[in-house]
């Protein structure tokens, strides 16, 4: 124990050197101004950030993305709350008790108690985080390539089975998403495997170029269909915050562990974010919540609830990232590509690596929890000012960065055009229900998934029953079995009666 | 029953292109070593897979054309539970336009094609310009001031601070970049 909190404090010291401390704040503004804006979602305002990274150290990087990350799931409850227009689809469930509360004239009470929400889950869960790690690192340490199969699978088995609205749809994107990754040279053998003679394609789909079309260009060309909305604002004069005080916060305690609770566990599981995470904390609290009558009516409860599960989800996706390299959202999986682009490969072993980096990451967290507290303290008021931007003028920048980014990335054009590939098939996506996360995931985890697959065929003389005959590795394939099996088991079930 | 047929269209499309990939991992070229997987056999699981859910879906949609959904996310269904107790804060569906998402795609396709001839500052700024008067802006000036600030901003930060090298174009155009480089400090 004190060795992990010997290299936190070392941590902190890292995150306070200017570069990291101005990475810091450049992406807890950016990632502010991401959630206020309705036309930009979260994930992408981190893929969009991605290019601008690439000339940073790693620490800085990774500080930048990951403050936008905790920043983008608190600042849309402002506009939730003030404008009745969710910044984020995590911030609908604000909709429902803070504007409600803002409708009884307790605007500034209402953010008081978002920004005492998202500081205690947010803090609640960075220590959570840090006391996992380390242990769960040292497990991981012991695990060959059949438990390590097992866990890619299990994390890619949970992508289509807990947050997919269609099982078949969210398997074929993951699919999709693996194919996409085979594209190129193989590694062992250097077979061609579906390039068509085109000579790009030999060095592979960068995932960054399906992260970037999928997401930004893809949401544009959504935005563009439905002819860029604008929202008609009242004045943002009185966003001031009032918070709540010892006393009245003492009153909802249990709503917030509750909903922290909840946000650590939901960011654990592969391809359930703080969506999930702020939707379900408001179904909890709605269910079993002592003043569960009273929810929608504009009681702190339902601010409460979302919010501290929300920001809580960024510590929980946290740990399988760093701890096994396995992302457990969409805005982690765009932060696993930047360790990538940065030549660090996320997993047990970069604990004893680059310990370093590792805990400045962490202790940001810590610095950017308080930090975003502070800045929507005294600026929500400004900031929700952004709302005032055309979104056609947001949305024309946003396909420049994407380019940028695309180009940026190996300086060629092929990659631009194939980004607008993945723009449209990012809209196809969209358009027919189809999941984007489970692709960009298959894309990131395929090459992992498929060499550890190929490495244990080899070691174990092609006997795939390895899987199931080793005590972890076959706990793990059959808990994924399970989550696959038991939503199709259920439908069937519902069908009959 | 055309209904079906158009719910059928995604999956059925998704499925020939699964079966020609599938054709196509068939034909990759590569030396067996006895007693190991190839690099076929992991494209050819995928594929696999792709295309048994594709039929699935198909011959569901086509067996029992009123039954909608498929089996869904545990989580996913929670959320939508929670969302549908409060159908007041849905946003209405918003209008379509079919000729605007084609124009803007178009448009984009035109920019990547132009961005290789003229260069990036030549080819962004009335490609910005175009899609914000595209997107339904009318404010003239705000639009051309926001393309060209914009442009030059970002290639100031791009070229000079990030240090990435963006495309200068094709003769004469390659000139009007270096000026403009010139001018800005770029070297």
């Known amino acids: 124990m004190m060795e992990v909190l010997q290299a936190l404090g070392v941590g902190f010291v890292h995150v306070f050197a200017p570069a990291n401390l101005a990475a810091l704040f450049v992406g807890l503004v950016l990632g502010l101004l991401v959630a206020v804006l309705p036309g930009l979602t979260l994930?992408?305002?981190?893929?969009?950030?991605?290019?601008?990274?690439?000339?940073?150290?790693?620490?800085?990087?990774?500080?930048?993305?990951?403050?936008?990350?905790?920043?983008?799931?608190?600042?849309?409850?402002?506009?939730?709350?003030?404008?009745?227009?969710?910044?984020?689809?995590?911030?609908?469930?604000?909709?429902?008790?803070?504007?409600?509360?803002?409708?009884?004239?307790?605007?500034?009470?209402?953010?008081?108690?978002?920004?005492?929400?998202?500081?205690?889950?947010?803090?609640?869960?960075?220590?959570?985080?840090?006391?996992?790690?380390?242990?769960?690192?040292?497990?991981?340490?012991?695990?060959?390539?059949?438990?390590?199969?097992?866990?890619?699978?299990?994390?890619?088995?949970?992508?289509?089975?807990?947050?997919?609205?269609?099982?078949?749809?969210?398997?074929?994107?993951?699919?999709?998403?693996?194919?996409?990754?085979?594209?190129?040279?193989?590694?062992?053998?250097?077979?061609?495997?579906?390039?068509?003679?085109?000579?790009?394609?030999?060095?592979?789909?960068?995932?960054?170029?399906?992260?970037?079309?999928?997401?930004?260009?893809?949401?544009?060309?959504?935005?563009?269909?439905?002819?860029?909305?604008?929202?008609?604002?009242?004045?943002?004069?009185?966003?001031?915050t009032r918070l709540p005080s010892l006393r009245e916060a003492a009153a909802v305690k249990g709503t917030y562990a509750r909903g922290t609770l909840l946000g650590i566990l939901i960011g654990l599981v592969p391809g359930a974010g703080a969506t999930v995470a702020s939707f379900l904390s408001y179904g909890v609290e709605a269910q079993y919540g002592r003043r569960k009558a009273l929810m929608g009516s504009g009681i702190p409860e339902g601010i409460v609830a979302p919010q501290t599960a929300a920001t809580s989800s960024v510590g929980g996706a946290m740990i399988p990232l760093m701890t096994m390299g396995i992302p457990g959202s969409g805005a982690t999986a765009i932060i696993l590509g930047a360790f990538l682009l940065h030549g660090l490969q996320p997993g047990p072993q970069v604990f004893e690596t680059s310990r370093e980096i590792v805990y400045a990451v962490f202790a940001s967290i810590f610095v950017a929890v308080i930090g975003m507290c502070v800045i929507g303290y005294f600026a929500a008021r400004y900031l929700v000012r952004v709302l005032e931007l055309p979104e056609v003028i947001v949305s024309a920048y946003v396909?420049?960065?994407?380019?940028?980014?695309?180009?940026?990335?190996?300086?060629?054009?092929?990659?631009?055009?194939?980004?607008?590939?993945?723009?449209?098939?990012?809209?196809?996506?969209?358009?027919?229900?189809?999941?984007?996360?489970?692709?960009?995931?298959?894309?990131?985890?395929?090459?992992?998934?498929?060499?550890?697959?190929?490495?244990?065929?080899?070691?174990?003389?092609?006997?795939?029953?390895?899987?199931?005959?080793?005590?972890?590795?076959?706990?793990?394939?059959?808990?994924?079995?399970?989550?696959?099996?038991?939503?199709?088991?259920?439908?069937?079930?519902?069908?009959?009666? | 029953m055309r209904r079906a047929l158009v719910r059928v269209l995604p999956y059925a499309l998704v499925g020939s292109l699964a079966a020609w990939l599938f054709y196509a991992a068939t034909q990759i070229d590569f030396h067996r070593r006895p007693g190991t997987l190839g690099p076929d056999v992991w494209p050819k699981l995928v594929l696999g897979l792709m295309l048994a859910i594709c039929v699935y879906e198909v011959v569901r949609v086509l067996v029992s054309p009123q039954w909608r959904g498929g089996a869904a996310g545990v989580l996913q269904e929670m959320v939508e539970r929670t969302e549908q107790a409060h159908p007041d804060a849905a946003e209405p569906a918003a209008p379509k336009s079919l000729p605007l998402l084609l124009g803007g795609i178009a448009l984009t396709a035109a920019y990547v094609w132009l961005i290789q001839r003229l260069g990036f500052v030549l080819a962004t700024a009335p490609y910005v310009f175009a899609f914000i008067a595209l997107g339904g802006y009318r404010r003239w000036l705000v639009n051309a001031a926001t393309s060209v600030v914009g442009t030059l901003a970002m290639m100031f930060f791009f070229m000079k601070v990030v240090y990435v090298s963006l495309p200068i174009g094709a003769e004469p155009f390659a000139q009007v970049t270096i000026a403009l480089m010139r001018l800005m400090g770029i070297r």
């Open chain 1, 43 to 240: 994930v992408m305002g981190v893929v969009l950030a991605l290019p601008f990274t690439y000339s940073m150290h790693v620490t800085p990087a990774i500080i930048l993305l990951t403050a936008m990350y905790v920043a983008g799931t608190y600042a849309g409850a402002w506009t939730s709350i003030l404008f009745h227009v969710p910044g984020e689809p995590i911030d609908v469930p604000m909709l429902w008790d803070g504007h409600a509360m803002a409708r009884k004239g307790e605007a500034a009470k209402a953010l008081g108690w978002t920004l005492s929400a998202a500081l205690v889950g947010g803090l609640a869960a960075a220590t959570v985080m840090v006391a996992l790690a380390q242990p769960v690192a040292r497990i991981a340490l012991t695990f060959s390539t059949p438990e390590y199969f097992a866990i890619i699978f299990f994390g890619l088995a949970s992508v289509v089975s807990l947050g997919g609205a269609s099982l078949a749809n969210a398997l074929i994107s993951l699919c999709a998403g693996l194919l996409v990754a085979t594209v190129g040279v193989d590694d062992t053998y250097g077979a061609h495997r579906f390039t068509f003679g085109v000579p790009i394609l030999s060095d592979g789909i960068d995932y960054l170029v399906v992260m970037v079309g999928a997401f930004g260009l893809g949401e544009v060309f959504v935005r563009m269909e439905q002819r860029f909305r604008s929202i008609p604002l009242q004045s943002a004069g009185e966003a001031s």
């Open chain 1, 399 to 497: 396909v420049m960065c994407c380019i940028l980014g695309a180009f940026a990335a190996r300086n060629n054009i092929t990659d631009v055009w194939l980004i607008v590939v993945f723009g449209v098939i990012g809209y196809l996506c969209e358009r027919f229900r189809f999941p984007i996360t489970p692709m960009v995931l298959g894309v990131i985890l395929g090459p992992l998934a498929e060499t550890n697959f190929m490495t244990t065929m080899i070691s174990f003389g092609n006997d795939w029953t390895v899987f199931f005959t080793r005590p972890i590795s076959g706990t793990i394939m059959v808990i994924a079995l399970l989550t696959i099996v038991y939503p199709i088991f259920r439908q069937l079930r519902k069908r009959a009666t």
